[in-house]
């Protein structure tokens, strides 16, 4: 039998969705943290922040992983999701009624969500310095993101917008954390319900999180 | 007890199917889910009509042949159960019960209720063996093995390859019969000299048949008659990986 390198099996492809997922888990949870020094009061610590992560050579190498990391979990999740359409052509009349991990029949719908979102947010804050998007009058340079988001979040709907896109994103979550464990081979019956639980917990975290900062400029800015 | 029956009919593969009311009176409670189609099947032999074609052997929960679709459960609304198992005391007096083939594009259908499930048995000759010496027997006891294994192994041999796994899931996967499959191989001595070829070429079957990937979603469990968990899955998983990265090729 010969297999040809190119063609991966379904679990192969799982696999790397996983890993390229759990970057994405880390890079949440690091991007959280430095958001939430925008909380502190004034633009310091925040802008301390920023300046060590735009200019730190390591965290430069990690950004490209980053990016590699996003389109191959996007383009992985849309190919497992157009296979798994294929495999039952005609559709059962009654719905089923099995117990399931329930975000799980959602995740290209949540995972295209927070796509969409990944492009506003990239348009609205990294492209600006790139250089590829104008730095608006009211920040004093392309990396003045706390100026940015200032005025951003003073807007209702963008500040809406924001909220929804990480509701939905806590929804892609809380099945997304548990599911990478068990994709990777990592569930028995010793930590398997604690990371059920962690993956509630981690879920809730980041999409709670998020939207303060949003809520606070809005109302206590 | 009296029942409505609304049951899918289709001649063959090629033909479309629809579905085909049925009102059945003077059901007792005591017949099972096949008992009660038998009844409706005499019925239909005597009015002259063609009865409904559906898949059944033990009777008794072993072979898996008897797998229907029932009101949006695979084996019906009790969990642990098989259909031939299924009794008319778990539904209403007056209830409309709905009743589908198991709908996947790997098992296509025959006849009404019965589909082809021989995707299942390919998937075994891939890799679902093991290598045994011929000539006289050898003592049985040869060969020690840890308890918990053995326990562990036999959790897994209990799969009746019935497919529910299959219908059941929203992509048609058929990881948790072939996990039952690979762990149970995989864990005992006898098996572990194709481990790492079986995984992959089991895989690789499954893949090619047309089943879908697996989203975690767990409904499989949920709904095996035999209880298979999803930790076989994992396991499966893992073999998998380990046999990628570190097994020599030799297919
Ligand atoms: C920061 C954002 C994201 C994170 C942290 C994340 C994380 C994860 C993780 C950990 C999994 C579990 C993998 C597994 O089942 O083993 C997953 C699944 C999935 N993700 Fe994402 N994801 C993100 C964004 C996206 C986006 C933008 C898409 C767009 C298409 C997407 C589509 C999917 C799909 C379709 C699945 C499920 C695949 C399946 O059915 O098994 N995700 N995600
Ligand atoms: S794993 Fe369970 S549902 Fe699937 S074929 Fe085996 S016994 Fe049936
Ligand atoms: S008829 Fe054998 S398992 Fe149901």
């Known amino acids: 039998m010969k297999q040809s390198t190119l063609k991966l099996s379904s679990l192969s492809h799982k696999f790397i969705l996983a890993l390229a997922g759990l970057f994405l888990m880390l890079f949440l949870s690091t991007h959280l943290l430095t958001n939430l020094l925008m909380l502190t009061g004034d633009s310091s610590a925040f802008d301390q922040a920023v300046e060590f992560l735009s200019t730190n050579p390591i965290i430069k190498v990690v950004e490209y992983v980053l990016f590699a990391a996003f389109i191959i979990h996007i383009i992985f999740g849309v ?42 947010h990239l348009v609205n804050f990294y492209f600006v310095k790139l250089g590829l998007v104008a730095v608006p009058e009211y920040a004093s340079d392309s990396h003045d993101f706390y100026a940015m988001a200032v005025v951003l979040f003073k807007e209702p709907l963008y500040s809406l917008i924001y909220v929804v896109c990480f509701i939905f994103l806590g929804f892609h979550l809380k099945h997304a954390f548990q599911s990478a464990f068990q994709t990777l081979g990592l569930n028995h019956d010793k930590y398997f319900p604690a990371i059920k639980v962690i993956s509630t917990i981690y879920a809730l975290v980041i999409s709670i999180g998020f939207s303060i900062i949003p809520v606070y400029f809005y109302f206590f800015h | 007890m009296d029942i409505k029956l609304k049951i899918w009919r289709q001649k063959n593969a090629s033909t479309k199917g629809r579905f085909e009311d049925y009102d059945l009176k003077d059901v007792s409670p005591e017949m099972s889910f096949l008992e009660m189609l038998d009844y409706l099947n005499k019925q239909l032999i005597e009015g002259g009509k063609e009865p409904v074609t ?24 009790l969990t642990h159960t098989t259909t031939c198992e299924l009794h008319m005391r778990e539904f209403k007096d007056g209830e409309t019960i709905i009743v589908e083939p198991w709908r996947s594009k790997a098992f296509p259908i025959i006849k009404d209720l019965a589909v082809d499930r021989s995707a299942f048995d390919k998937i075994m000759h891939a890799g679902g063996f093991i290598n045994v010496d011929t000539g006289s027997s050898k003592e049985a006891n040869a060969i020690p093995i840890n308890k918990k294994i053995a326990d562990r192994a036999f959790d897994a041999a209990v799969c009746i390859g019935c497919g529910a796994c299959v219908a059941a899931c929203k992509n048609s996967s058929a990881m948790l019969f072939v996990a039952a499959k690979v762990s149970q191989y995989a864990m005992l001595p006898q098996g572990k000299v194709e481990a790492a070829d079986r995984v992959q070429r089991m895989v690789e079957k499954m893949d090619e048949l047309g ?3 697996c989203s975690n979603t767990y409904a499989c469990e949920f709904d095996c008659p035999k209880g298979i968990s999803v930790e076989f899955i994992a396991q499966m998983n893992r073999e998998f990986i380990s046999a990628k990265m570190c097994s020599h090729k030799n297919h």
């Not at chain 1, 991990?101 to 949540?110: A, G, L, P, R």
């Open chain 1, 79 to 120: 190919i497992v999701w157009l296979n798994n359409n294929k495999a039952r052509p005609v559709k059962y009349y009654v719905a089923s009624g099995s117990e399931t991990s329930y975000f799980s029949k959602f995740m290209i719908h949540t995972g295209l969500i927070i796509f969409v979102f990944l492009v506003i």
């Open chain 2, 54 to 77: 559906f898949e059944h052997d033990c009777r008794e929960g072993i072979c898996g042949t008897c797998g229907l679709y029932i009101n949006g459960r695979p084996h019906g609304p």
């Open chain 2, 211 to 213: 089943f879908g990937y």
